[in-house]
């Protein structure tokens, strides 16, 4: 079954609000098939736990929203 891309950048958007509260952001650039490409900023993007949020966070929280989606992963 296929994303919604209007319904997972919903849900995105709602998951910035946490990371703008640490200086950080995410950016919707993708999605690839079942494969949410995401950009993060800000202070996110230099930090050592950026992995930990990306998957721990960002993927492990749409995930529940989106079961179809295999993974949320950094873009090039």
Do not use: W, Y
């Not at 990371?19 to 950080?24: A, D, I, P, R, W």
């Not at 800000?42 to 929280?61: D, E, H, N, V, Y």
């Amino acid at each position: 079954m296929a994303i919604d891309e209007t319904a997972l950048r919903s849900a995105l958007d709602k998951l910035r609000a946490a990371l703008q509260g640490h200086n950080g952001d995410v950016e919707f650039i993708a999605l690839d098939g079942d494969v949410l490409k995401v950009r993060l900023q800000g202070a996110c993007a230099g930090c050592p736990f950026s992995r930990m949020t990306l998957k721990q966070g960002i993927q492990a929280r749409l995930k529940e929203e989106f079961p179809d989606l295999a993974a949320v992963e950094e873009a090039d």
